[in-house]
């Protein structure tokens, strides 16, 4: 099974393209949009970017970490604008689409739902096999959001978005 983790958001969003059989990564990166483009053209950039993804690496199953506002509610609706975006984007080319909480990554590839950043993608690089960490930070969580997805989606039932 050929999972596509996503880390929304409409600055970066990180994508990561993990087969299940031997949790081999397939690729990973990030899609950026400019910040002084208006916020419609970002979401197209967005939405074409992940038509390509989709159609380049053919996917059986799309795992997006929910969105988490805490301290900037600036950021909220753009982000939230961007995550329908993608999520629109995946629903017309598939129906196989998923969603965890950060606590849910978190406690997926480390054992511990309050886990630091940095332990996650410690063992984001231990479970792939990686020289190093993932770079950029949102690939390294896209890719922690595959691994969740292909480590629980058998258990969690509820998580059809």
Not at 45 to 54: M, Q, R, S
Request: proline residues 5%; contains cysteine; glycine residues 6%.
């Amino acid at each position: 099974m050929r999972v596509l983790g996503i880390d929304p958001g409409y600055n970066i969003v990180g994508f990561g393209v993990v087969e299940s059989n031997g949790n081999k990564v397939i690729d990973y990166g990030v899609i950026t949009t400019p910040k002084n483009m208006p916020m419609s053209e970002r979401l197209k950039v967005i939405f074409d970017a992940t038509n390509e993804l989709i159609d380049n690496f053919q996917p059986d199953e799309v795992a997006f970490e929910e969105l988490f506002f805490n301290n900037n509610q600036k950021t909220a609706v753009p982000v939230a604008q961007a995550r329908g975006v993608l999520l629109l984007a995946c629903k017309l080319k598939m129906d196989n689409l998923y969603e965890y909480t950060p606590l849910q990554i978190k406690q997926a590839l480390t054992g511990v739902g309050r886990a630091e950043k940095k332990q996650v993608q410690y063992m984001v690089k231990s479970i792939l096999g990686l020289e190093s960490i993932p770079r950029p930070d949102d690939a390294a969580d896209a890719l922690a959001v595959a691994l969740c997805h292909i480590q629980t989606n058998s258990v969690l039932t509820d998580n059809r978005v």
